[in-house]
């Protein structure tokens, strides 16, 4: 996906402020009616519309005319300027619309975060592309170049739930925002707990929305290596951190040579860490085994190390794997296994993963993920009520503000991460 972030340059603070309206309203609707955007935004004199009308062109937000049917048996089309004349339209029941964010939108509003955080200030090439995610480069001001990890958990099945969108009408949890929000909370926070820990994984610098900001990695994805100096001591590195990853009650679950990167050293670092398990999860000697098995098949092939064929050592402890067998999950110590429990405690709390488990069980069945609770912190008029605070901390930005052309309206507003709390 192109990332043109040029426009973001252009926006200004009223675009941000109703760009961050349609994401409050998506907390409770997939589309937001543009009468809810409006109370939101709360700008003077029909601002929203004209704003809308700014953001649709750039892609930001997706308009959903699908129930303006009376306007399209009289005119055939919606042409864009037509929202200028909604409030209008609507009480004559010709215009029944809602918008969405796009993931450009929602990319947008993590930036502008990002970069009023000082976290980095340009946004450069994109370096990898994942099934669920989008890695581009970003440069700090003195110029170091991070890596910014965008999640897109829902991409793939997008269509799918939305076939579904009648009987998902007050289901929540299936929301792409809220999906790819958890993905990247999660991955953000496993990779600085495993940093701490010692284990080689990329600096966890920073978390916002669906984004997570790290150290790049030199080097290249195993995947694309034909040689290596040493592929014995290379194999025993990886084995062992499966290992030692169980030892602390973890199982990475995507463990292979797409998410290992080796540097000129042969050094590694593993990375990609949304779909992480305990090893008390139910399946977690399943998962150990195929993330081991993973490992052997590919340097077996790749490297022509031989093996036994699928041969387990009960007595592997600690990355002993010399005699070619598998290191056997249930034979490992977990006993330092605190990582997974620490987790826990952090701002990725059980029903976060309770949530991401669901759907990842449930979008591979081809099912999408419901939630029965309705929050009623999350109605349309508390998130209306739940801005007026969002007025009080903007009024006091703007005088502090100098030219501020580009300023986002506040980061209250922009880092509420937007969807289901
Ligand atoms: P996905 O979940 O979509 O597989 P990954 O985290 O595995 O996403 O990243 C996809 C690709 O992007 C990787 O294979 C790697 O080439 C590149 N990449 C990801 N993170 C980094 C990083 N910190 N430094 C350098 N390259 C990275
Ligand atoms: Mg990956």
Known sequence: MKLNVDVLRYLSKEDFRVLTAVEMGMRNHEIVPSELVDRIASLKHGGTYKVLKNLLKHKLVHHDSSKCELFLQHFGTIPLS?????????????????????????????????????????????????????????????????????????????????????????RRSYNWLYLSRLAALKEFAFMKALEEHGFPVPNAIDCNRHCVIMSLIQGYPLVQVKELQNPEAVFDRIIGLVIRLAEHGLIHCDFNEFNIMIDDDEKVTMIDFPQMVSVSHRNAQMYFDRDVECIFKFFGKRFNLSFEEESYNSDSVGGDVEDGSRPSFLSINKSAGFLDRELAASGFTTKDQADMDKFIEEDSAGVAVSDDEEDPSNSDEAIVRGTDALHLVEQTEQVQEGDGQDEVNNRESTEGGGSNE
């Open 82 to 170: 037509t929202i200028l004349f909604y409030p209008i339209l609507r009480p004559l029941g010709y215009i029944d619309d809602g918008f969405r964010l796009t993931y450009l939108g929602y990319d947008f509003l993590a930036i502008k975060t990002m970069v009023n955080r000082g976290v980095f200030a340009s946004v450069g090439r994109q370096i990898g592309v994942g099934k669920e995610s989008d890695i581009f480069e970003v440069a700090t001001e003195d110029g170091t170049i991070l890596a910014m990890k965008l999640h897109r958990l829902g991409r793939v099945s997008f269509r799918a739930v939305k076939s579904k969108r009648d009987y998902l009408r007050h």
